[in-house]
């Protein structure tokens, strides 16, 4: 189940669903806006031990993976299309599904496409060629920034044509409040430190060098999307300032003793710091940008880059120095990367529960208060209470909102103009939900 609360449903009539948990459900419009809010019963009981003696519990967690529920075939599912046939880590077919539930304005069964086709591609390059030689009608989940001057030279001449999602935090420096190096941790810790590695990093450089200019510069705060979203808030500590990031890392103690350009921990070794990073990406590209800028300050930066079966662990088991990830758009909704809700979690402090400092501690009991309160006013205004302690305590580095490229095939139509691909209004970075997508005769 996909929500925050325990929650029971059940099924009154064939138009009637009804819900009941032993709280107020706060976030359950949020929970509801989804492909996959409950199990169906009558497949899955068969793998569960409550209903069949002889299934295991580990069962039913390797038939309910998330990748299981997306692509195995027989799945009974309520999307527009449902799975075939999946080869894993190669292809995966899906046919329209007849008894989907939308229909457009003429009254037509969406969706209109018979079957889609998922190939795939290990390299994004082929993934580029193969799009502008027509062999594939949509890309965003993997496209990248490099590949919008090719898509627009090939818009150009009325054969594609090139989108832009909205705005969305798209890279994120998290830093490892738990750190293995007892010096680096307390570091990390310093607010003084957080903001001046903030402060030291030129953002505008990094839009326009990495990302064509489409990368909007921002300091940790809830997204555009958010209802209590502030100019001024998510402007906090994300201006380019070398003398400033020099002067907090001075006060908060960390000076270069020796001239040799590099400051030193309290204990007297050198200030570095190892980022991992994922191979196959922009991120390495911004990386080496953050090298040379954390030099200009005094601190040396080294890079990880590895592949995400390899970095992804290191992250979950708290193995890390810092680790690029995409950045949380709602604290409430993305609560597990940004708060206290379990014995180790954030993945970022792992010891939050013990040594957290209280900021967090108090974010953390309003992000559960939040969770249970119905009332619109009450909970827009412990949103805005969340969004100030999370800004002003800057306990990870963000660089700004990014706008996704993707791009279609002119022979579709009904294309929509606009997209988000924001993780909390229940969207992926997908190029587009496909049912109202059509091919042109």
């Not at 818009?155 to 890279?171: D, I």
């Not at 960390?254 to 921990?265: A, H, M």
């Not at 529960?353 to 969770?371: D, F, S």
């Not at 969207?427 to 997508?437: G, K, L, P, S, T």
Request: hydrophobic share 40%; proline share 6%.
């Amino acid at each position: 189940l996909n929500v925050s609360q325990p929650m029971i449903l059940e099924k009154q009539d064939r138009h009637t669903l009804k819900s009941s948990s032993h709280r107020p459900l706060g976030t359950i419009l949020h929970s509801l806006c989804f492909v996959v809010i409950a199990l169906p019963k009558h497949y899955f009981s068969r793998f569960h031990p409550r209903y069949n003696a002889s299934a295991t519990y580990t069962e039913v967690r390797d038939r309910t993976t998330l990748a299981k529920l997306a692509y195995e075939p027989g799945t009974p599912r309520l999307s527009a299309w449902v799975p075939v046939s999946w080869t894993h880590g190669q292809r995966a077919v899906f046919e329209r599904n007849p008894y989907y539930w939308k229909i457009d304005m003429a009254g037509n069964q969406l969706p209109y496409a018979d079957r889609l086709e998922f190939t795939v591609i290990p390299n994004t390059n082929v993934i580029l060629l193969k799009f502008i030689n027509g062999e594939l009608d949509l890309i965003g989940r993997y496209s990248k920034s490099h590949m919008y001057q090719t898509l627009k030279r090939a818009e150009a001449q009325g054969r594609l044509a090139v989108h832009l999602g909205e705005p969305f935090p798209f890279f994120c420096l998290y830093l490892n409040w738990d750190a293995r190096n007892p010096a680096l941790r307390e570091a990390f810790r310093n607010r003084l430190v957080r903001m001046a590695l903030s402060h030291g990093i030129n953002r505008q450089e990094i839009s326009q060098t990495v990302f064509n200019g489409l990368l909007e510069p921002t300091g940790v705060s809830l997204s555009r999307s958010s209802p209590v979203h502030s100019e001024k808030v998510t402007a906090l500590y994300s201006q380019y300032d070398l003398a400033k990031a020099r002067a907090l890392l001075d006060e908060a103690g960390y000076r270069d003793e020796d001239g040799d350009g590099v400051r030193s921990f309290k204990d007297g070794s050198p200030f570095e710091i190892t980022i991992d990073v994922f191979a196959n990406s922009d991120f390495p590209d911004i990386c080496e940008l953050v090298v040379e800028y954390w030099a200009d300050i005094g601190i040396k930066t080294h890079l990880n880059i590895a592949l995400q079966d390899i970095i992804v662990p290191r992250r979950l088991n708290g193995d890390f120095e810092m680790t690029v990830y995409r950045g949380p758009t709602d604290p409430v909704i993305s609560s597990e990367y940004s708060a206290i809700m379990g014995p180790s979690e954030p993945f970022w402090h792992r010891n939050a529960r013990q040594e957290g400092p209280v900021w967090l501690h108090e974010m953390t009991a309003l992000i559960n208060q939040v969770k249970t309160t119905v009332d619109p006013d009450e909970r827009h205004l412990m949103m805005t209470q969340i969004r100030d302690l999370y800004a002003n305590n800057v306990p990870l580095i963000t660089l700004g909102e990014a706008r996704w490229l993707w791009a279609s095939q002119n022979r579709l139509g009904n294309v929509p103009p606009r997209i988000t691909t924001e993780l909390h209004i229940r969207d992926w970075d997908r190029a587009v939900f496909h049912e109202q997508i059509y091919i042109k005769e």
